[in-house]
């Protein structure tokens, strides 16, 4: 990341801290200094889909759909949606994806969604037809009060990425493992 983007993230992170004794409800909407930092990061080449939609349509179960979680190894350890396959953001880019029908709905999430969208880049180059970015990654799941799980089951800890991106991340324990 360069310098810039570094003082551009912890400038919108600043600015969206509360102010002493505002309300910051999980209920509340997405701050629109994170709604135009991921502007600013996504390209919009892979629709994204709403944390409340993906938390509907997984309860619905009336459609099969897969997580693919693409963050590091530490970042997957400490937590992730329920169900959710890792597939390394580092080595994504030789991954054929086998074993996954072009057919069905697939969801790719990382912290804030711009890993991700990349992965989900790769997918519809290999055919994939119904691919979909996690709209404020998992950090905006978390945000909104949502679940994540480890090895041992439900957790509030969240892998924040950096002390950079932890700015984002406004609910749940941080934990850099």
């Known amino acids: 990341?360069?310098?810039?983007w570094r003082a551009l993230v912890v400038v919108l992170g600043l600015?969206?801290?509360p102010a002493c004794g505002q309300d910051t409800s999980v209920s509340e909407a997405i701050s629109p200094a994170y709604r135009q930092m991921l502007k600013t990061l996504y390209r919009e080449t892979v629709p994204t889909i709403q944390p409340a939609a993906l938390a509907d349509m997984l309860r619905a179960k009336s459609q099969k759909v897969v997580l693919l979680d693409t963050r590091t190894p530490a970042?997957?350890?400490?937590?992730?949606?329920?169900?959710?396959?890792?597939?390394?953001?580092?080595s994504f880019e030789k991954n054929e994806f086998t074993g996954l029908s072009r057919d069905q709905t697939v969801v790719v999430y990382c912290s804030v969604g711009a890993r991700s969208e990349r992965v989900g880049e790769r997918l519809k180059a290999l055919g994939f037809r119904d691919v979909r970015n996690l709209y404020g990654g998992i950090f905006q799941w978390v945000n909104e009060g949502r679940p994540v799980?480890?090895?041992?089951?439900?957790?509030?800890?969240i892998h924040p990425?950096?002390?950079?991106?932890?700015?984002?991340?406004?609910?749940?324990?941080?934990?850099?493992?």
Do not use: C, I
Not at 161 to 177: D, F, I, N, P, T
């Open 75 to 90: 970042e997957y350890k400490v937590s992730h949606l329920t169900g959710a396959k890792f597939v390394n953001f580092d």
């Open 161 to 177: 990425y950096s002390a950079l991106w932890s700015v984002w991340l406004r609910q749940g324990e941080q934990v850099y493992k």
């Open 1 to 4: 990341m360069t310098n810039g």
């Open 15 to 17: 600015l969206t801290l």
């Open 149 to 157: 799980y480890n090895a041992a089951g439900p957790t509030r800890q």
